[in-house]
Nanobody, 119 residues
Framework: QMQLVESGGGLVQAGGSLRLSCAAS?????????MGWFRQAPRKEREYVGH????????YYAESVKGRFAISRDSGKNLMYLQMTSLKPEDTAIYYC???????????WGQGTQVTVSS
C-alpha cells in the first residue's frame, strides 16, 4: 500500500506559476515505477497531465501542457513535483498524483489539490 499526498495548490493569476508536490510513503519507489499527474476540472473527465519514470527520470506530457509544465522528482525523498508556468484559466482543476508500475495502470492515488487560475 502506498499513500500519496499532494500540496502546493492555490489561486494564481493567468500567466503566473505554481509548483505542486506529491509525497509518496508506505513503499520504496523503484525503477519499475512511474508517477503521474492528472487533473479534473468541474464537469469534465479526469485527464492525463504527464508522468515521470522513476528509474531514468524520463518525462512525458500531454500536448495541452507541453512546454509550460515540467515534472521532476527527488528520488531520495520519494517526492515528485509539477512546476506549472504560463498558467491559463483552463488549467483550473483539482490536480492528482498517482503511482504505478511502468506499462500498467496506476495503482495508488492522492486526494488532490485545487489549482485555480483567474483571468
Amino acid at each position: 500500500q502506498m499513500q500519496l499526498v499532494e500540496s502546493g495548490g492555490g489561486l494564481v493569476q493567468a500567466g503566473g506559476s505554481l509548483r505542486l508536490s506529491c509525497a509518496a510513503s508506505g513503499r520504496t519507489l523503484t525503477s519499475s515505477h512511474r508517477m503521474g499527474w492528472f487533473r479534473q476540472a468541474p464537469r469534465k473527465e479526469r485527464e492525463y497531465v504527464g508522468h515521470i519514470n522513476w528509474g531514468n527520470g524520463l518525462q512525458y506530457y500531454a500536448e495541452s501542457v507541453k512546454g509550460r509544465f515540467a515534472i521532476s522528482r527527488d528520488s531520495g525523498k520519494n517526492l515528485m513535483y509539477l512546476q506549472m508556468t504560463s498558467l491559463k484559466p483552463e488549467d483550473t482543476a483539482i490536480y492528482y498524483c498517482a503511482v504505478g508500475i511502468v506499462g500498467r495502470a496506476y495503482d495508488f492515488w492522492g486526494q488532490g489539490t485545487q489549482v485555480t487560475v483567474s483571468s
